[in-house]
Structures are given as C-alpha cells and as structure tokens.
C-alpha cells in the first residue's frame, strides 16, 4: 500500500529542520525559531489522525538542527548555539545544558544498550555524555572537518562503539575514544547515518547517493537516490529505506534492490524524516510544518485535506536543474502539450515536463501504485544565480556563501538566517586581516543580500565596538548597563566575559553562570579545505 496524507503538524514559525518518534504515539520536531515542540497523534479520530501540540519547549537561543528522546522518556535537543539541552518536558523547562562542543550541535543520538547520549558537532568531534551526570565521558577527535551524524552502534558487549560522518566525506568507526576504520566512498559531505540491522548501516551524502556498508569496511551497494543533496537516511520497520532531501521528495527504496516504492513531493526542501513504531512517516519540511504519512486506511487525512495538500505542492515553482535528467537551459518550445501525459510511466518518481494549454512548463512525476501523473509545479528556466541546496563551506552549511571582493581579491563570507550581519562583517575582516575601515561595507553589503532576515532573539552577536549593542560610556565616564541607560563594557563591567558561561540558572556540565564571551559565541573559525559552493545572489 502506498503512504497517504495522515496530518499536517502546524506551528513552528520557521523550517521544521529535524524530526522523531516520542513516547506513546508522539512526535517530537525541532526547528529553525529555536524552539522544540512535542505533538500528541490522535489515531483514533473520526476523520483519521489528528497532531495536537502538547509542549513547547523554549531555552535554546539560535535554531534547533537535532532532536531526541532519552531512555528516560525526557526530550533532548541540540543546537547551533552549541548547547545541549535535556529537557523536563512535562515543565517545559531544561532539565540539564550540557556544554562542552565549540560549534552548532548537528546530531544528537541515544544509545539504545547503555542509554549514553551521542553527540556530533561542527566543531569536528563527537563527544559522549553520561545522562545520569550529565558529564562528558569521551570525546572523538579524528575528523578533519565538520561533523554531520553519529550513530551508536547499541551493542551489549561494547556500549561505547559508534559511527560518525561529515564534512571530510569520510565515515569512522569507534571503540570509545580509538578510530577502529575509516570508511571513504563518498564525494561529498556525509549527512546522515542508520544501522541496517544483520547487514551493516546505511550512509547518505550531498553526492546525492546512499551507501550501504558492513562494519568490516567493504561497501557493498551504492544506490543513486536524487538529483541533489540528501538530508537523512533511515530503515522502516519492514526492511524498506527511506530518505528525503533537497528536491522536496520523501522516498520509499525497496530494502533489497533500487527500486524506488514510492516518491511524495512536498511543498518545500524536507529537511528530515523519520519512522514511527507504527510504521509511519514524519517529515519535517523548510514551510515550517511537518507532515504525517501512513499506509493504513484508518489514519489517513480527509480527502479535502489530501487535496489542498496536492494543490499546495503542484502550486511550487522548481528551478529546471532540479529536475531528474536536465541540463543546461529549458527550451519550452521543444516540449509536448500536455497529451503526453496520456503515456504511462516506467518507475515511480520518474519525472516529466509538459507544457500547459497557456504554454507554461509544467513538471509531473509518475505514481506507481495509483497509476497516474502527479503534477508538482511549474518549471523555471534557471535558479536564479545561487547554487542548488544550502552551501556549504568546509564542511559546514550555509544559507548565503557571499563572494566579496576587496582590493581586487575575491574571498568567502558565509552566512545564516537569523545571524547578526554586523558581527559575520566583523569576523570576516579579522579572519581576512582586513582594515576596519570596510566593516560598514562588508555589513550592508549583507543587510541588502539577506532580505527579511531577522536576527536570532538570542543573545545577539553584535559588534561590541560599533553595533547597536556597542559600549558607550556613561556622562560620569563610567560604564553602565541595561536599565542605567547604557550597554556594559564587555571585558571590565558585571557583564564582562568569564569563562565557562551557561545559561542563567540552569545546570550545566561544566563551568558556571557567567555571561558568555563575546568574540567566541557564535564565532565563526577559519574553515578547512575549500569553499564548496558558488555565490549566493
């Protein structure tokens, strides 16, 4: 039976960027306005299953790329503010911040033998944390750039074995702290691992492909999964695999050969998914939602709800590269009316392009099991002079990757929704020994490129010198802060950096509750290896 519309989770404020099965038939979603959200799945409705957010959870201060559950039943959560945090999710409030990785906090994995937490980090390590301390027990340094996914192995006889993945293209395998095997294969950044139970594991990259593996080290099928980056990778119940990636596509892939089940287009890039013990799908899309598919009949959407869905997808404009098998520019006047469509197609998700009776191009895809063509959008001749997928720059990801010339020399300035132009100007000139005298160029250079962006309500990455957040002495010469009327010298007032910071009254591994420090918090550090992406428009 092919998966069908069971309900659109609404909420979130921004992309839904990671997703995950909770407890007693809930989902838990993390997403780029820095809030977790716990929904509770009602599959007994009478109209088929329904999502009710139950908890909002709110103490991270830039957005959410990795959720989780402990084995206690407690939601976990990490994020690009580099923080960790266990919740006590019936009080909405954090249970413990576990500090530790310099960098945004990418996967977060719970070892189902030992009940350790597996994290991974730009920062090139994972690090291993003890829940019931809330203490860092290992940490893994072997990789030579960003880090995408762990994967504890889960095994009885060595809890502390894990697989790691990231932006050196390389996978690695480990007994605690030691590298047992490195696994390379892939051509580009890895971005997601799963076990393959009696097999291996699974592995899939920006190289568009997934790979499966056994742990001795022979790769043993390379299955070509889309046209651009995937996101994740994971196994249903039944033995199927399953991903998404930037093409807005969740694919079902029969577990013993290429063949593609089924294909479902969604309204925007699909930034995760993830199967439910009851052998569902969630998928958490860059439109702020996530989306709930089921093969059972009892829990799918009303046929209203299924309908509004294929007019949101089909009303989608897709840049023609995006499309399986196109190169070079779209030429509408070479293609069929759309009477073409009246000829079956030979795979699921197989792609074709139309023109309508107005002599626009439209994209179709083929549906296997309900033997028709799907429309998915219009087709545009180009993208618009920005590269397909987010950027990515030694290893990392980007919303803008900016080519920014000065003096002649043209040299990479990355970016993200919700950053702080003025302090990504200043990190730039520092990072490029750059005369101060450009920060105001460099910085509305990036206000005019980045339209509506919004900067994190966090605790801002200003500029302490020149930003609206700078230092101003007080008119009897001295500081002051907050409520006098002033902002806070940041290396001689109260509000001066001191090592260690968590956030205020919070537990926290390692280190106490002072503020944080002002260059470092967000800072972006020199990249290895070379910019990987083109120019942002």
Same mark, same amino acid.
């Given at each position: ?459 801002? !990455? %200003?500029? *302490? =010198? +020149?930003? /609206? @957040?700078? #230092?101003?002495?007080? $008119?009897?010469?001295? &500081? ?6 002033? !902002? %806070?010298? *940041? =290396? +001689?007032? /109260? @509000?001066? #950096?001191?090592?260690? $910071?968590?956030?205020? &009254? ?7 509750? %002072? ?11 020199? $990249? ?10």
């Amino acid at each position: 039976e092919p998966f069908q519309l069971s309900a659109i989770l609404t909420g979130h404020e921004q992309d839904v960027r990671s997703v995950g099965p909770f407890a007693d038939d809930q989902v838990i979603t993390g997403s780029r306005d820095a809030t977790v959200r716990v929904w509770k799945v009602d599959s007994e409705s009478a109209d088929g299953a329904s999502a009710t957010c139950t908890h909002t959870l709110s103490g991270h201060t830039h957005f959410v790329g990795a959720v989780g559950i402990t084995a206690a039943g407690e939601a976990l959560s990490g994020s690009n503010d580099k923080h960790i945090i266990i919740w006590n999710t019936e009080a909405a409030a954090p249970a413990h911040v576990l500090q530790g990785h310099t960098e945004p906090v990418t996967c977060v994995r719970v070892s189902p033998s030992s009940g350790q937490l597996f994290s991974a980090s730009w920062d090139k390590t994972a690090r291993v944390w003890d829940l019931g301390s809330a203490s860092c027990v290992a940490v893994l340094k072997g990789h030579e750039a960003a880090l995408w996914a762990v994967q504890p192995l889960g095994e009885e006889a060595a809890s502390d074995r894990c697989l790691t993945g990231g932006g050196d293209r390389t996978i690695k395998l480990w007994a605690g702290e030691t590298c047992e095997r490195t696994y390379e294969g892939h051509s580009d950044v890895v971005r997601d691992l799963a076990l393959l139970p009696g097999a291996g594991f699974l592995s899939c990259s920006n190289d568009a492909t997934v790979r499966m593996w056994e742990l001795g080290g022979e790769c043993l099928r390379v299955l070509q999964a889309s046209e651009t980056f995937l996101y994740s990778v994971s196994v249903l119940p039944g033995g199927e695999w399953l991903t998404c990636s930037e093409d807005r596509t969740v694919r079902v892939w029969a577990g013993g050969s290429d063949d593609c089940v089924q294909s479902i287009t969604h309204p925007a890039t699909v930034w995760d998914c993830a199967p439910l013990p009851n052998g569902d799908i969630v998928a958490g899309c860059a439109d702020g939602r996530a989306y709930l598919w089921t093969r059972a009949a009892g829990r799918a959407a009303p046929q209203a709800l299924q309908a509004g869905f294929k007019d949101e997808v089909a009303a989608v404009a897709m840049p023609a590269q995006q499309v399986e098998g196109m190169v070079g520019d779209l030429d509408v006047s070479q293609l069929a009316s759309e009477e073409a469509l009246a000829q079956p197609g030979e795979r699921e998700g197989q792609h074709k392009i139309v023109k309508d009776e107005g002599g626009t191009p439209m994209l179709y895809t083929w549906s296997m099991a309900k033997g028709t063509w799907e429309k998915i959008g219009e087709v545009t001749g180009s993208s618009g002079g920005t590269s397909l997928g987010k950027r990515m720059h030694g290893g990392k990801e980007y919303d803008y990757l900016f080519d920014i010339d000065i003096n002649g020399s043209m040299l990479k300035l990355p970016f993200n929704r919700g950053d702080d132009p003025w302090w990504a100007a200043q990190q730039f000139l520092w990072k490029n020994d750059i005369d101060q005298a450009f920060l105001d160029q460099v910085a509305n250079f990036v206000i005019t490129n980045t339209p509506g962006n919004q900067v994190s309500s966090g605790p801002r !990455n %200003a500029d *302490p =010198f +020149t930003s /609206g @957040g700078s #230092y101003r002495p007080a $008119a009897n010469g001295a &500081g002051s802060s907050g409520a006098n009327g002033g !902002n %806070a010298d *940041p =290396f +001689t007032s /109260g @509000g001066a #950096y001191r090592p260690g $910071a968590a956030p205020e &009254g919070v537990p926290s591994c390692g280190g106490s509750s %002072a503020p944080q420090d002002p260059w470092m918090r967000g800072a972006y550090t020199t $990249a290895q290896g070379a910019a990987a992406a083109a120019a942002a428009a």
